[in-house]
Protein backbone atom coordinates (compact mmCIF):
# COMPACT_ATOMS: atom_id res chain seq x y z
CA UNK A 1 0.00 0.00 0.00
CA UNK A 2 2.83 2.68 0.92
CA UNK A 3 4.68 1.62 -2.01
CA UNK A 4 1.33 2.38 -4.19
CA UNK A 5 1.72 5.94 -2.96
CA UNK A 6 4.81 6.57 -3.08
CA UNK A 7 4.22 4.95 -6.94
CA UNK A 8 1.23 7.51 -7.20
CA UNK A 9 3.31 10.81 -6.43
CA UNK A 10 5.49 10.15 -9.06
CA UNK A 11 3.47 9.39 -11.59
CA UNK A 12 -0.05 10.82 -11.39
CA UNK A 13 0.84 13.76 -13.23
CA UNK A 14 0.80 11.15 -16.13
CA UNK A 15 -2.72 9.75 -15.22
CA UNK A 16 -4.59 12.58 -14.32
CA UNK A 17 -7.57 11.17 -11.96
CA UNK A 18 -9.50 14.69 -13.02
CA UNK A 19 -9.54 17.59 -14.87
CA UNK A 20 -7.91 19.54 -12.05
CA UNK A 21 -4.95 17.09 -11.87
CA UNK A 22 -5.22 17.07 -15.55
CA UNK A 23 -4.19 21.10 -15.86
CA UNK A 24 -2.16 20.57 -12.58
CA UNK A 25 -0.27 18.46 -14.35
CA UNK A 26 1.13 20.29 -17.20
CA UNK A 27 2.22 22.96 -14.62
CA UNK A 28 3.81 20.50 -12.09
CA UNK A 29 5.66 18.12 -14.59
CA UNK A 30 9.19 19.72 -16.29
CA UNK A 31 8.70 16.93 -19.18
CA UNK A 32 4.94 18.69 -19.86
CA UNK A 33 5.28 21.79 -19.09
CA UNK A 34 5.50 22.77 -22.58
CA UNK A 35 2.77 21.66 -23.52
CA UNK A 36 -0.11 23.92 -23.31
CA UNK A 37 -2.86 22.72 -20.62
CA UNK A 38 -5.54 21.87 -23.53
CA UNK A 39 -4.62 20.98 -27.41
CA UNK A 40 -7.35 20.73 -29.88
CA UNK A 41 -8.52 17.34 -31.30
CA UNK A 42 -8.01 17.99 -34.33
CA UNK A 43 -3.87 18.58 -34.12
CA UNK A 44 -4.02 15.50 -32.28
CA UNK A 45 -5.65 13.67 -34.90
CA UNK A 46 -3.04 11.50 -37.41
CA UNK A 47 -4.60 12.50 -40.68
CA UNK A 48 -3.78 16.03 -40.56
CA UNK A 49 0.01 15.81 -39.55
CA UNK A 50 0.46 12.41 -39.29
CA UNK A 51 2.49 13.07 -36.58
CA UNK A 52 5.68 13.41 -38.86
CA UNK A 53 7.53 16.21 -36.46
CA UNK A 54 7.09 14.08 -33.12
CA UNK A 55 8.37 10.68 -35.16
CA UNK A 56 11.86 13.24 -36.47
CA UNK A 57 11.95 13.88 -32.87
CA UNK A 58 11.71 10.76 -31.50
CA UNK A 59 14.36 9.12 -34.34
CA UNK A 60 16.47 12.33 -33.62
CA UNK A 61 16.98 10.87 -29.84
CA UNK A 62 16.99 7.59 -30.36
CA UNK A 63 20.15 8.49 -32.81
CA UNK A 64 21.41 10.58 -29.79
CA UNK A 65 21.33 7.30 -27.15
CA UNK A 66 22.33 5.18 -29.76
CA UNK A 67 25.25 7.76 -30.89
CA UNK A 68 26.88 7.70 -27.46
CA UNK A 69 27.09 4.10 -27.42
CA UNK A 70 28.64 4.20 -30.57
CA UNK A 71 31.14 7.18 -29.27
CA UNK A 72 32.14 4.85 -26.73
CA UNK A 73 33.41 2.08 -29.03
CA UNK A 74 34.85 3.78 -31.74
CA UNK A 75 37.90 5.60 -32.41
CA UNK A 76 38.30 8.49 -34.97
CA UNK A 77 41.31 7.71 -36.03
CA UNK A 78 42.52 6.80 -39.80
CA UNK A 79 44.33 3.59 -38.42
CA UNK A 80 41.57 2.76 -35.73
CA UNK A 81 38.52 3.58 -37.18
CA UNK A 82 38.02 1.03 -39.66
CA UNK A 83 39.08 -2.12 -36.96
CA UNK A 84 37.12 -0.59 -34.55
CA UNK A 85 34.11 -0.66 -37.06
CA UNK A 86 34.76 -4.33 -37.06
CA UNK A 87 34.76 -4.66 -33.40
CA UNK A 88 31.59 -3.17 -33.05
CA UNK A 89 30.09 -5.08 -35.85
CA UNK A 90 31.80 -8.26 -34.72
CA UNK A 91 32.80 -8.70 -31.28
CA UNK A 92 31.05 -5.80 -28.92
CA UNK A 93 27.58 -7.34 -27.58
CA UNK A 94 24.82 -5.92 -29.01
CA UNK A 95 27.26 -3.69 -31.26
CA UNK A 96 26.00 -5.02 -34.42
CA UNK A 97 22.06 -4.28 -33.52
CA UNK A 98 23.28 -0.27 -31.57
CA UNK A 99 25.18 0.35 -35.46
CA UNK A 100 22.11 -1.22 -37.71
CA UNK A 101 19.64 1.21 -34.94
CA UNK A 102 21.71 4.48 -35.51
CA UNK A 103 21.75 3.76 -39.60
CA UNK A 104 18.53 2.92 -39.76
CA UNK A 105 17.02 5.74 -37.94
CA UNK A 106 19.32 8.18 -39.95
CA UNK A 107 18.06 6.77 -42.93
CA UNK A 108 14.23 7.14 -41.75
CA UNK A 109 15.17 10.49 -40.22
CA UNK A 110 16.35 12.14 -43.43
CA UNK A 111 12.71 10.26 -44.92
CA UNK A 112 10.61 11.80 -42.26
CA UNK A 113 12.09 15.28 -41.87
CA UNK A 114 11.11 15.42 -45.64
CA UNK A 115 7.70 14.06 -45.40
CA UNK A 116 7.08 16.59 -42.54
CA UNK A 117 8.53 19.60 -44.77
CA UNK A 118 6.19 18.32 -47.50
CA UNK A 119 3.03 18.07 -45.10
CA UNK A 120 3.68 21.73 -43.75
CA UNK A 121 3.80 22.60 -47.40
CA UNK A 122 0.38 20.88 -48.72
CA UNK A 123 -1.02 22.42 -45.47
CA UNK A 124 0.16 25.36 -45.80
CA UNK A 125 1.46 25.54 -42.47
CA UNK A 126 3.52 28.22 -43.14
CA UNK A 127 1.14 31.05 -42.96
CA UNK A 128 -0.04 33.12 -40.55
CA UNK A 129 -3.64 32.68 -39.64
CA UNK A 130 -6.11 34.57 -37.60
CA UNK A 131 -3.95 34.66 -34.04
CA UNK A 132 -2.36 37.30 -33.02
CA UNK A 133 1.49 37.39 -32.86
CA UNK A 134 2.29 35.08 -35.18
CA UNK A 135 5.14 33.90 -37.04
CA UNK A 136 4.52 30.98 -39.13
CA UNK A 137 7.55 32.31 -41.80
CA UNK A 138 10.03 31.68 -39.44
CA UNK A 139 9.07 28.23 -38.00
CA UNK A 140 9.17 27.11 -41.80
CA UNK A 141 12.79 28.70 -42.33
CA UNK A 142 13.73 27.17 -39.21
CA UNK A 143 12.29 24.24 -40.28
CA UNK A 144 14.40 24.51 -43.72
CA UNK A 145 17.58 24.64 -41.63
CA UNK A 146 16.55 21.50 -39.67
CA UNK A 147 16.00 20.07 -43.01
CA UNK A 148 19.64 20.75 -43.68
CA UNK A 149 21.57 19.96 -40.52
CA UNK A 150 19.95 16.41 -40.80
CA UNK A 151 21.40 16.09 -44.45
CA UNK A 152 24.79 17.17 -43.13
CA UNK A 153 24.43 15.07 -40.01
CA UNK A 154 23.34 12.28 -42.06
CA UNK A 155 26.55 13.33 -44.36
CA UNK A 156 29.29 13.44 -41.82
CA UNK A 157 28.05 9.88 -40.35
CA UNK A 158 28.40 8.41 -43.57
CA UNK A 159 32.59 8.59 -43.72
CA UNK A 160 33.24 7.44 -40.05
CA UNK A 161 33.57 3.77 -40.67
CA UNK A 162 36.15 4.57 -43.24
CA UNK A 163 34.94 2.17 -45.70
CA UNK A 164 35.54 2.15 -49.18
CA UNK A 165 32.01 3.05 -49.50
CA UNK A 166 32.14 6.04 -47.24
CA UNK A 167 35.88 7.00 -48.61
CA UNK A 168 34.45 7.53 -51.86
CA UNK A 169 31.40 9.14 -50.85
CA UNK A 170 32.94 11.59 -49.17
CA UNK A 171 35.25 12.57 -52.27
CA UNK A 172 32.31 12.80 -54.66
CA UNK A 173 30.96 15.12 -52.08
CA UNK A 174 33.72 16.84 -51.38
CA UNK A 175 34.59 17.49 -54.79
CA UNK A 176 30.75 18.96 -55.57
CA UNK A 177 31.73 22.06 -52.80
CA UNK A 178 35.47 22.38 -55.14
CA UNK A 179 32.67 23.45 -57.82
CA UNK A 180 31.82 26.76 -55.58
CA UNK A 181 32.81 29.63 -58.01
CA UNK A 182 35.34 31.87 -56.72
CA UNK A 183 35.72 29.92 -53.22
CA UNK A 184 35.41 26.40 -54.15
CA UNK A 185 38.94 25.06 -53.01
CA UNK A 186 39.17 26.98 -49.95
CA UNK A 187 36.05 25.41 -49.16
CA UNK A 188 36.97 22.06 -50.12
CA UNK A 189 40.14 22.55 -48.08
CA UNK A 190 38.73 24.02 -44.99
CA UNK A 191 35.84 20.86 -45.30
CA UNK A 192 38.77 18.09 -45.80
CA UNK A 193 41.58 20.28 -43.39
CA UNK A 194 43.98 19.80 -46.32
CA UNK A 195 43.72 18.54 -49.94
CA UNK A 196 43.01 14.86 -49.41
CA UNK A 197 40.52 13.15 -46.58
CA UNK A 198 42.75 11.89 -44.20
CA UNK A 199 43.36 12.00 -40.59
CA UNK A 200 41.99 16.06 -40.45
CA UNK A 201 39.33 15.04 -42.08
CA UNK A 202 37.76 12.48 -40.37
CA UNK A 203 38.12 14.02 -36.93
CA UNK A 204 36.50 17.14 -38.49
CA UNK A 205 33.77 15.08 -39.78
CA UNK A 206 33.46 13.03 -36.33
CA UNK A 207 33.66 16.25 -34.04
CA UNK A 208 30.40 17.96 -36.53
CA UNK A 209 28.84 14.32 -36.52
CA UNK A 210 28.73 14.24 -32.65
CA UNK A 211 28.92 17.36 -31.15
CA UNK A 212 28.98 20.63 -33.29
CA UNK A 213 25.80 19.41 -35.48
CA UNK A 214 23.65 17.64 -33.00
CA UNK A 215 23.94 20.87 -30.52
CA UNK A 216 22.55 23.13 -33.33
CA UNK A 217 19.15 20.89 -34.16
CA UNK A 218 18.61 20.54 -30.26
CA UNK A 219 18.90 24.39 -29.81
CA UNK A 220 17.06 25.23 -33.30
CA UNK A 221 13.96 22.31 -32.55
CA UNK A 222 13.69 24.35 -29.14
CA UNK A 223 12.89 27.16 -31.15
CA UNK A 224 10.71 25.00 -33.57
CA UNK A 225 8.78 23.52 -30.41
CA UNK A 226 8.38 27.22 -28.67
CA UNK A 227 7.74 28.59 -32.28
CA UNK A 228 4.78 26.26 -32.43
CA UNK A 229 3.45 27.48 -28.94
CA UNK A 230 3.61 30.98 -29.79
CA UNK A 231 1.75 30.58 -33.25
CA UNK A 232 -0.77 28.80 -31.60
CA UNK A 233 -0.51 25.48 -31.99
CA UNK A 234 -0.94 23.54 -35.88
CA UNK A 235 -2.04 25.77 -38.60
CA UNK A 236 -5.20 23.16 -38.26
CA UNK A 237 -6.47 25.23 -35.23
CA UNK A 238 -6.34 28.30 -37.33
CA UNK A 239 -8.61 26.56 -39.48
CA UNK A 240 -11.43 25.82 -36.69
CA UNK A 241 -11.21 29.54 -35.64
CA UNK A 242 -12.20 30.56 -39.54
CA UNK A 243 -14.54 28.10 -39.30
CA UNK A 244 -16.01 29.21 -35.97
CA UNK A 245 -16.54 32.92 -37.16
CA UNK A 246 -18.36 31.43 -40.10
CA UNK A 247 -20.95 30.01 -38.44
CA UNK A 248 -21.49 32.07 -35.44
CA UNK A 249 -20.74 35.79 -34.45
CA UNK A 250 -21.51 35.74 -30.82
CA UNK A 251 -18.49 35.44 -28.09
CA UNK A 252 -17.36 32.11 -27.26
CA UNK A 253 -16.80 31.17 -24.45
CA UNK A 254 -13.08 30.44 -23.90
CA UNK A 255 -10.31 31.69 -21.56
CA UNK A 256 -7.27 32.86 -22.82
CA UNK A 257 -4.18 30.88 -20.85
CA UNK A 258 -1.54 33.47 -21.88
CA UNK A 259 -1.11 36.45 -19.96
CA UNK A 260 1.75 37.35 -22.40
CA UNK A 261 -1.12 37.74 -25.28
CA UNK A 262 -2.75 40.30 -23.37
CA UNK A 263 0.02 42.43 -22.84
CA UNK A 264 1.38 43.29 -25.77
CA UNK A 265 -1.17 44.83 -27.29
CA UNK A 266 -3.58 43.21 -28.00
CA UNK A 267 -7.18 42.28 -25.94
CA UNK A 268 -8.62 39.88 -24.51
CA UNK A 269 -11.38 39.75 -26.95
CA UNK A 270 -9.11 38.54 -29.82
CA UNK A 271 -7.95 35.21 -27.22
CA UNK A 272 -11.49 34.88 -26.34
CA UNK A 273 -12.83 34.51 -29.85
CA UNK A 274 -10.48 32.22 -30.67
CA UNK A 275 -12.26 28.49 -30.89
CA UNK A 276 -14.97 26.84 -28.58
CA UNK A 277 -13.48 25.14 -25.64
CA UNK A 278 -16.09 22.74 -25.13
CA UNK A 279 -16.02 21.54 -29.02
CA UNK A 280 -12.69 21.14 -29.89
CA UNK A 281 -9.81 21.37 -26.76
CA UNK A 282 -9.11 18.13 -24.35
CA UNK A 283 -6.69 17.81 -21.59
CA UNK A 284 -3.21 17.55 -22.79
CA UNK A 285 -2.79 15.60 -20.03
CA UNK A 286 -3.19 12.43 -20.60
CA UNK A 287 -4.84 13.03 -24.23
CA UNK A 288 -1.92 14.41 -25.77
CA UNK A 289 1.01 12.15 -23.47
CA UNK A 290 -0.83 9.19 -24.56
CA UNK A 291 -0.68 9.92 -28.33
CA UNK A 292 3.09 10.96 -28.15
CA UNK A 293 3.62 7.81 -25.71
CA UNK A 294 1.81 5.61 -28.81
CA UNK A 295 3.90 6.97 -31.78
CA UNK A 296 7.05 7.32 -29.83
CA UNK A 297 6.51 3.26 -28.71
CA UNK A 298 5.63 2.65 -32.80
CA UNK A 299 8.41 4.36 -34.20
CA UNK A 300 11.13 2.85 -31.58
CA UNK A 301 9.11 -1.13 -32.25
CA UNK A 302 9.55 -0.32 -36.16
CA UNK A 303 13.17 0.63 -36.34
CA UNK A 304 14.44 -1.81 -34.25
CA UNK A 305 12.85 -4.64 -35.85
CA UNK A 306 13.99 -2.80 -39.39
CA UNK A 307 17.66 -2.43 -37.20
CA UNK A 308 17.25 -6.35 -36.66
CA UNK A 309 16.38 -7.47 -40.23
CA UNK A 310 18.59 -5.34 -41.94
CA UNK A 311 22.22 -4.79 -41.16
CA UNK A 312 24.26 -1.72 -41.88
CA UNK A 313 26.95 -2.62 -44.56
CA UNK A 314 30.68 -2.53 -43.57
CA UNK A 315 32.81 -2.70 -47.21
CA UNK A 316 36.61 -3.34 -47.36
CA UNK A 317 38.35 -0.65 -45.79
CA UNK A 318 39.14 2.61 -47.66
CA UNK A 319 42.15 2.66 -49.99
CA UNK A 320 42.31 5.91 -51.48
CA UNK A 321 44.25 3.94 -55.19
CA UNK A 322 40.93 2.02 -55.56
CA UNK A 323 38.40 4.10 -56.40
CA UNK A 324 35.29 1.34 -56.94
CA UNK A 325 32.71 1.18 -59.72
CA UNK A 326 30.27 2.37 -59.95
CA UNK A 327 31.22 5.15 -57.02
CA UNK A 328 27.79 6.59 -55.66
CA UNK A 329 27.01 9.41 -53.17
CA UNK A 330 24.53 8.18 -50.06
CA UNK A 331 21.17 7.67 -51.39
CA UNK A 332 19.39 10.95 -50.49
CA UNK A 333 22.01 12.98 -52.69
CA UNK A 334 21.68 10.41 -55.83
CA UNK A 335 19.30 12.91 -57.14
CA UNK A 336 22.08 15.22 -57.42
CA UNK A 337 24.82 13.25 -58.30
CA UNK A 338 22.41 12.33 -61.02
CA UNK A 339 22.08 16.13 -62.06
CA UNK A 340 26.00 16.03 -61.67
CA UNK A 341 26.79 13.31 -64.07
CA UNK A 342 23.85 15.37 -66.51
CA UNK A 343 24.73 18.79 -66.71
CA UNK A 344 27.68 19.68 -68.15
CA UNK A 345 27.15 21.94 -70.87
CA UNK A 346 29.69 22.11 -73.79
CA UNK A 347 29.17 25.45 -75.52
CA UNK A 348 32.17 25.36 -78.15
CA UNK A 349 35.32 25.87 -76.29
CA UNK A 350 33.39 26.94 -73.35
CA UNK A 351 31.98 24.52 -70.59
CA UNK A 352 29.93 24.57 -67.56
CA UNK A 353 30.97 21.78 -64.95
CA UNK A 354 28.48 19.81 -64.25
CA UNK A 355 29.39 20.12 -60.82
CA UNK A 356 28.50 23.59 -60.32
CA UNK A 357 25.07 23.41 -61.93
CA UNK A 358 23.97 19.86 -60.42
CA UNK A 359 25.95 20.48 -57.00
CA UNK A 360 25.44 24.31 -56.52
CA UNK A 361 22.95 26.05 -58.28
CA UNK A 362 19.64 23.76 -58.74
CA UNK A 363 20.43 22.87 -55.18
CA UNK A 364 20.85 26.60 -54.31
CA UNK A 365 18.38 27.81 -55.60
CA UNK A 366 15.76 25.18 -54.53
CA UNK A 367 16.99 26.07 -50.69
CA UNK A 368 16.58 29.64 -51.46
CA UNK A 369 12.97 29.44 -52.85
CA UNK A 370 11.81 27.03 -50.20
CA UNK A 371 12.99 29.13 -47.42
CA UNK A 372 11.47 32.05 -49.03
CA UNK A 373 8.54 30.75 -50.39
CA UNK A 374 6.09 31.84 -47.19
CA UNK A 375 6.75 35.67 -48.60
CA UNK A 376 6.26 34.73 -52.04
CA UNK A 377 2.98 32.90 -51.83
CA UNK A 378 0.19 35.43 -51.85
CA UNK A 379 -3.06 33.43 -51.00
CA UNK A 380 -4.97 34.19 -48.36
CA UNK A 381 -4.78 33.46 -44.87
CA UNK A 382 -7.92 31.26 -45.69
CA UNK A 383 -5.87 28.52 -46.76
CA UNK A 384 -4.15 28.08 -43.17
CA UNK A 385 -4.49 24.79 -41.84
CA UNK A 386 -6.38 23.40 -45.09
CA UNK A 387 -4.94 20.49 -47.01
CA UNK A 388 -4.54 21.01 -50.43
CA UNK A 389 -6.22 24.17 -50.34
CA UNK A 390 -8.31 24.98 -53.53
CA UNK A 391 -6.77 28.53 -53.88
CA UNK A 392 -2.76 27.28 -53.50
CA UNK A 393 -4.08 24.45 -56.35
CA UNK A 394 -0.94 25.76 -58.81
CA UNK A 395 2.06 25.77 -56.28
CA UNK A 396 1.00 22.47 -54.70
CA UNK A 397 0.97 21.19 -58.14
CA UNK A 398 4.45 22.54 -58.59
CA UNK A 399 5.65 21.46 -55.63
CA UNK A 400 4.69 17.92 -56.17
CA UNK A 401 6.22 18.07 -59.39
CA UNK A 402 8.84 18.89 -58.40
CA UNK A 403 9.60 16.35 -55.45
CA UNK A 404 8.49 14.19 -58.01
CA UNK A 405 11.56 14.73 -60.05
CA UNK A 406 13.39 14.59 -56.86
CA UNK A 407 12.40 11.21 -55.94
CA UNK A 408 12.83 9.74 -59.98
CA UNK A 409 16.04 11.22 -59.68
CA UNK A 410 17.22 9.58 -56.51
CA UNK A 411 15.57 6.05 -57.64
CA UNK A 412 17.46 5.97 -60.87
CA UNK A 413 20.33 7.23 -59.10
CA UNK A 414 20.17 4.58 -56.72
CA UNK A 415 19.11 1.71 -58.75
CA UNK A 416 19.76 2.26 -62.24
CA UNK A 417 22.85 3.60 -62.68
CA UNK A 418 25.15 0.33 -62.62
CA UNK A 419 29.24 0.66 -63.47
CA UNK A 420 30.48 3.51 -65.33
CA UNK A 421 27.02 5.00 -64.38
CA UNK A 422 25.67 3.06 -67.33
CA UNK A 423 22.04 2.86 -66.80
CA UNK A 424 20.75 -0.70 -66.26
CA UNK A 425 17.02 -1.95 -65.17
CA UNK A 426 17.05 -2.72 -61.80
CA UNK A 427 16.17 -6.00 -62.47
CA UNK A 428 19.22 -6.33 -64.65
CA UNK A 429 22.39 -7.88 -63.66
CA UNK A 430 25.47 -5.57 -63.68
CA UNK A 431 28.90 -7.04 -65.12
CA UNK A 432 30.37 -6.75 -61.92
CA UNK A 433 29.54 -6.96 -58.10
CA UNK A 434 27.10 -3.55 -56.93
CA UNK A 435 27.99 -1.34 -54.21
CA UNK A 436 25.61 -1.05 -51.44
CA UNK A 437 24.87 2.43 -50.04
CA UNK B 1 -1.52 56.01 -27.66
CA UNK B 2 0.49 58.13 -25.69
CA UNK B 3 -1.70 60.72 -25.62
CA UNK B 4 -4.61 59.03 -24.97
CA UNK B 5 -3.21 56.93 -21.80
CA UNK B 6 -2.62 59.00 -19.09
CA UNK B 7 -4.66 62.03 -17.59
CA UNK B 8 -2.25 62.41 -14.55
CA UNK B 9 0.93 64.47 -14.68
CA UNK B 10 3.67 62.97 -16.00
CA UNK B 11 6.14 62.05 -12.79
CA UNK B 12 9.46 62.47 -13.86
CA UNK B 13 10.83 59.18 -11.71
CA UNK B 14 13.58 59.87 -8.47
CA UNK B 15 17.23 58.78 -9.30
CA UNK B 16 19.29 59.29 -12.48
CA UNK B 17 17.32 60.34 -15.01
CA UNK B 18 17.19 57.78 -18.03
CA UNK B 19 17.90 60.47 -20.77
CA UNK B 20 18.17 59.67 -24.73
CA UNK B 21 20.75 61.68 -25.49
CA UNK B 22 23.01 60.17 -28.23
CA UNK B 23 25.89 62.61 -27.00
CA UNK B 24 25.63 61.78 -23.39
CA UNK B 25 28.90 60.11 -21.72
CA UNK B 26 26.42 57.30 -20.62
CA UNK B 27 25.32 56.36 -23.90
CA UNK B 28 29.23 56.39 -25.14
CA UNK B 29 30.62 54.22 -22.50
CA UNK B 30 27.60 51.86 -23.25
CA UNK B 31 28.22 51.80 -27.27
CA UNK B 32 32.59 51.72 -26.27
CA UNK B 33 31.62 48.55 -24.03
CA UNK B 34 29.48 47.06 -26.63
CA UNK B 35 31.94 47.53 -29.60
CA UNK B 36 34.78 46.33 -27.68
CA UNK B 37 32.41 43.21 -26.40
CA UNK B 38 31.91 42.61 -29.99
CA UNK B 39 35.26 43.33 -31.15
CA UNK B 40 36.83 40.99 -28.62
CA UNK B 41 33.96 38.08 -29.82
CA UNK B 42 34.60 38.34 -33.42
CA UNK B 43 38.46 38.56 -32.73
CA UNK B 44 37.99 35.26 -30.60
CA UNK B 45 36.00 33.66 -33.39
CA UNK B 46 38.66 34.43 -36.29
CA UNK B 47 41.38 32.80 -33.66
CA UNK B 48 39.20 29.72 -33.70
CA UNK B 49 38.71 29.28 -37.45
CA UNK B 50 42.08 30.44 -38.07
CA UNK B 51 43.42 27.43 -36.12
CA UNK B 52 41.32 25.09 -37.95
CA UNK B 53 43.11 25.54 -40.91
CA UNK B 54 45.76 23.56 -41.04
CA UNK B 55 49.33 25.09 -41.25
CA UNK B 56 51.32 22.20 -41.54
CA UNK B 57 49.93 18.85 -43.76
CA UNK B 58 51.19 15.61 -43.47
CA UNK B 59 50.61 14.62 -47.12
CA UNK B 60 52.11 12.72 -49.42
CA UNK B 61 54.46 14.72 -51.39
CA UNK B 62 53.58 16.92 -54.47
CA UNK B 63 56.52 16.10 -56.19
CA UNK B 64 58.30 12.66 -55.89
CA UNK B 65 60.90 9.96 -57.70
CA UNK B 66 59.57 7.42 -59.93
CA UNK B 67 62.41 5.37 -61.16
CA UNK B 68 64.92 5.88 -63.91
CA UNK B 69 63.26 6.75 -67.33
CA UNK B 70 64.95 3.42 -69.20
CA UNK B 71 62.22 1.54 -66.95
CA UNK B 72 58.96 2.97 -68.59
CA UNK B 73 58.29 1.34 -71.78
CA UNK B 74 56.24 2.55 -75.12
CA UNK B 75 52.58 2.98 -74.12
CA UNK B 76 50.90 3.66 -71.07
CA UNK B 77 52.56 2.58 -67.81
CA UNK B 78 50.12 3.18 -64.43
CA UNK B 79 51.45 3.99 -61.20
CA UNK B 80 48.83 3.04 -58.60
CA UNK B 81 50.35 4.79 -55.82
CA UNK B 82 50.51 8.12 -57.06
CA UNK B 83 47.21 8.04 -59.43
CA UNK B 84 49.15 8.85 -62.73
CA UNK B 85 49.88 8.04 -66.08
CA UNK B 86 53.38 8.04 -67.00
CA UNK B 87 53.83 7.54 -70.91
CA UNK B 88 56.01 7.39 -73.29
CA UNK B 89 55.75 8.21 -77.42
CA UNK B 90 58.44 9.04 -79.87
CA UNK B 91 59.03 12.16 -78.67
CA UNK B 92 59.71 11.32 -74.65
CA UNK B 93 58.12 10.64 -71.84
CA UNK B 94 55.16 12.60 -70.31
CA UNK B 95 52.63 11.90 -67.09
CA UNK B 96 48.66 12.66 -67.53
CA UNK B 97 46.91 12.50 -63.52
CA UNK B 98 44.84 9.56 -63.21
CA UNK B 99 42.18 12.18 -61.31
CA UNK B 100 38.97 12.53 -62.85
CA UNK B 101 38.51 16.60 -63.71
CA UNK B 102 34.84 16.05 -62.64
CA UNK B 103 34.60 14.83 -58.83
CA UNK B 104 37.98 13.30 -58.35
CA UNK B 105 37.35 9.42 -59.02
CA UNK B 106 40.55 7.49 -60.74
CA UNK B 107 39.98 6.59 -64.17
CA UNK B 108 40.54 3.71 -65.80
CA UNK B 109 42.86 2.83 -69.02
CA UNK B 110 41.03 1.03 -71.96
CA UNK B 111 43.36 0.04 -75.04
CA UNK B 112 42.15 0.57 -78.00
CA UNK B 113 42.29 -2.97 -80.19
CA UNK B 114 43.90 -0.36 -83.17
CA UNK B 115 44.98 3.34 -82.69
CA UNK B 116 42.56 5.82 -84.29
CA UNK B 117 43.00 9.36 -85.20
CA UNK B 118 41.11 11.92 -83.45
CA UNK B 119 40.00 15.16 -83.96
CA UNK B 120 41.60 17.91 -80.86
CA UNK B 121 41.11 21.41 -80.87
CA UNK B 122 41.57 21.24 -84.62
CA UNK B 123 44.73 18.83 -85.07
CA UNK B 124 44.52 15.25 -85.88
CA UNK B 125 45.81 12.75 -82.72
CA UNK B 126 46.35 9.14 -83.23
CA UNK B 127 45.45 7.42 -79.54
CA UNK B 128 46.14 4.55 -78.77
CA UNK B 129 44.15 4.20 -76.15
CA UNK B 130 41.21 5.71 -73.68
CA UNK B 131 40.70 6.63 -70.32
CA UNK B 132 36.97 6.00 -69.11
CA UNK B 133 35.91 7.39 -65.31
CA UNK B 134 33.55 4.53 -63.40
CA UNK B 135 31.80 7.46 -61.40
CA UNK B 136 29.66 9.33 -63.83
CA UNK B 137 31.03 8.01 -67.49
CA UNK B 138 33.13 10.55 -68.22
CA UNK B 139 35.60 9.67 -71.11
CA UNK B 140 38.52 11.01 -72.27
CA UNK B 141 41.23 10.51 -75.15
CA UNK B 142 44.36 8.68 -74.29
CA UNK B 143 46.32 12.22 -74.30
CA UNK B 144 43.90 13.61 -71.50
CA UNK B 145 41.04 15.47 -73.17
CA UNK B 146 37.49 14.86 -72.13
CA UNK B 147 34.78 14.19 -75.35
CA UNK B 148 32.46 12.57 -73.68
CA UNK B 149 30.30 12.35 -70.19
CA UNK B 150 30.02 15.14 -67.49
CA UNK B 151 33.96 16.26 -67.39
CA UNK B 152 34.49 20.15 -67.75
CA UNK B 153 38.11 19.54 -68.58
CA UNK B 154 41.12 17.40 -69.34
CA UNK B 155 43.23 15.52 -67.18
CA UNK B 156 45.93 17.34 -65.80
CA UNK B 157 48.92 17.26 -67.21
CA UNK B 158 52.33 17.41 -64.70
CA UNK B 159 55.99 18.65 -65.32
CA UNK B 160 58.90 15.87 -65.68
CA UNK B 161 62.39 16.30 -64.64
CA UNK B 162 65.18 14.30 -64.40
CA UNK B 163 66.47 14.52 -61.12
CA UNK B 164 70.54 15.60 -60.59
CA UNK B 165 71.56 13.53 -58.22
CA UNK B 166 70.62 10.00 -59.18
CA UNK B 167 69.19 10.18 -62.45
CA UNK B 168 65.66 9.49 -61.50
CA UNK B 169 62.27 11.04 -63.32
CA UNK B 170 60.91 13.58 -60.75
CA UNK B 171 57.47 14.35 -61.49
CA UNK B 172 55.80 17.76 -60.28
CA UNK B 173 51.95 17.36 -59.59
CA UNK B 174 51.85 20.75 -57.92
CA UNK B 175 52.47 22.22 -61.36
CA UNK B 176 50.17 21.74 -64.39
CA UNK B 177 51.84 21.68 -68.15
CA UNK B 178 50.46 21.97 -71.56
CA UNK B 179 49.88 18.49 -74.13
CA UNK B 180 52.49 19.20 -75.98
CA UNK B 181 55.09 18.74 -72.91
CA UNK B 182 57.61 15.91 -73.06
CA UNK B 183 60.42 14.95 -71.68
CA UNK B 184 63.66 13.45 -73.49
CA UNK B 185 64.76 11.33 -71.67
Known sequence: MKLKEHWETLTWTWNPKSLRESSDSVVRNLLLHWFPAKVSRESLSFRYSFWLGTITAVLFFILCVTGFVLMFLYVPSVERAYPSLKDIEFVASFGRFTRALHRICAHLMVVAVFLHMMRAFLTAAYKNGLGAQQNRPVNWIIGVILLLLTLLLSFTGYLLPWDQLAYWAITVGTNIARAVPWIGEQIRFALLGGNEIDQNTLLRFYVLHCFVLPGVVLLLFSWHMWRVRKDGGLACVDKLARDQKQKTSATIRAKTYSLLGITSGHNVHVQTSYIDEDEHLVESSPNLTRRLLLVTLATLFLTSLLAYVVRAPLEAAANPLVTPNPAKAPWYFLWLQELVADTTIHMGSYTISGAFVGGVLVPGLLVAVLAAWPYLDRTSANATGVWFAKERHQQNMMFLAIVFVVILLTFVGTFMRGPSWHLYWPWQTWPETPTRF | ?185
Open chain 2, 1 to 185: MKNTKLSQPEIEPKGAPVVENSSSRRSFLGRLGLGALLTGLAGQLFAFLRALMPNVLYEAPRSFKIGTPDSFAHGITYLQDHRLFIGRDQHGLYAISAICTHLGCTVKPVNLNQPRAVQVAGKLVEIAQEFHCPCHGSKYYGDGTNYDGPAPRPLDWYRLELSPDDGQILVNTSEAVKHDFRLNA
